[in-house]
């Protein structure tokens, strides 16, 4: 069987050296070339050993050879690549948020970037939009925050089998530092962040828009009320969120358990847990664990996710979005 060529375009960041080691064992993908801006010029291995690769990190010039091209830049960097690349004929997996939201006033006020209204792509969270995914030639891959959050909400908003109605969402969501990225700012040192928690963005944070949008509504005239609190906490790697969800009925605690598991019946990387998740039971691997904490007869429901923030929040998504828009098993390369 044919195997396809495959890029990235910002490899030597933490999400770019995940996917780099991702791809490198991936059975039905060749990892082509590996592009950086800062670093071109050095290996792989010199920057991570534990990849054991010997490839060099290169300048992009443009160069349209591989058949799949992933790109793990900052915000804005992506926004004139990403039409190039698909004119070009390739498939596109863009993990930055360019090209996550629908509405370019929104972009505009989160992400302080002008955006085309025409540059609109299949926003690739798989257990949502499988379909569109496999149809699809460019993926905007979901945040990591986003993530965590939605993939918690989801049966909630988007459940066919859910008749009931969500009047409130309180979510407090804490990230390791890795998902800052690998530049160095003082805040995220050893001595700043060791025995430390701090709040951020609060309010503000740019995956709000992408939460409400992919769950029927907007950050600008939601249908709920809706607060995100995200917080930096002092672990290298993964998302622990915890959502506080109000709806409009009393709630049987059986009812809402069987509404999850039908739910994700079919979705590979959601584990709906029957007892407390933690960072450690997903932490190196592409899984989602849902875990509903508490369900009380007035319609409170507490519901715990734990991810990975470099994997099911970034890379291993990615890859996931690779492996349905190629037709293989979306698992492929992800397990073990």
Do not use: W
């Amino acid at each position: 069987m044919k195997k396809y060529s495959v890029s990235i375009i910002g490899a030597s960041g933490y999400s770019g050296a995940e996917l780099t080691r991702l791809l490198l064992r991936h059975p039905m993908v060749e990892l082509q070339e590996l592009y950086a801006f800062s670093n071109a010029g050095n290996r792989v291995s010199d920057l991570y050993a534990a990849l054991h690769c010997d490839k060099v990190y290169k300048p992009y010039n443009g160069e349209t050879e591989s058949d799949i091209y992933f790109l793990a830049l900052p915000h804005g960097e992506a926004l004139q690549l990403v039409p190039s690349l698909v004119a070009a004929g390739k498939m596109v997996i863009d993990l930055s948020g360019d090209f996550r939201l629908n509405n370019p006033v929104e972009h505009k006020a989160f992400y302080k970037q002008d955006k085309s209204p025409s540059a609109v792509m299949t926003y690739g969270m798989p257990e949502l939009f499988r379909e569109d995914i496999i149809n699809a030639r460019a993926i905007s891959n979901p945040g990591c925050y986003a993530t965590s959050i939605i993939l918690g909400l989801a049966p909630l908003f988007l459940g066919t089998e859910s008749s009931m109605t969500v009047r409130a969402v309180n979510c407090t969501s804490t990230s390791g530092i890795s998902g800052a990225g690998r530049s160095s700012k003082t805040e995220l040192s050893f001595s700043e962040m060791s025995e430390n928690i701090r709040a951020y963005k609060v309010g503000v944070h740019q995956h709000t828009p992408e939460i409400m949008q992919t769950l029927g509504t907007s950050a600008t005239n939601p249908s709920f009320d809706f607060t995100f609190t995200p917080m930096i906490g002092a672990l290298i790697r993964g998302i622990y969120s915890v959502l506080n969800v109000q709806l409009d009925r009393p709630a049987d605690a059986d009812d809402i358990a069987s509404l999850y598991q039908k739910f994700y019946q079919n979705a590979p990387f959601v584990c709906v847990r029957s007892s407390m998740t933690e960072i450690k039971h997903v932490a190196h691997t592409n899984f989602c664990d849902v875990h509903l904490a508490h369900v009380t007869a007035s319609g409170s429901l507490v519901i715990v996710t734990a991810i990975d923030n470099l994997l099911k929040g970034a890379a291993g998504q990615a890859i996931q979005n690779m492996n349905l828009m190629l037709g293989f098993d979306e698992s492929t390369g992800l397990l073990g």
